[in-house]
């Protein structure tokens, strides 16, 4: 589960998360000074039976994006 790992924030949104039910796409709010561990966040996504794709961070205004690995098939 996402808002158990140690950096999100779990004061923000519902436990350190927000999800669009439309796109699927998830915002997890990071504690001040903390820096976002993406493979598990990765392991969260997919545990929870969704498909982890890709992360996006701000760095100076710019938008970045971050893939995660893709998962083996069975």
Known sequence: MLGKL???????????????VKTQLLTVAI????????PSMGKAVDRAGYVAVEAYSLDIGKLKSHPFKKKKQD
């Open 31 to 38: 504690k001040e000074g903390k820096e976002p561990d993406l």
């Open 6 to 20: 140690d950096f999100v924030d779990r004061s923000r949104f519902k436990r350190g998360v927000s999800m669009s």
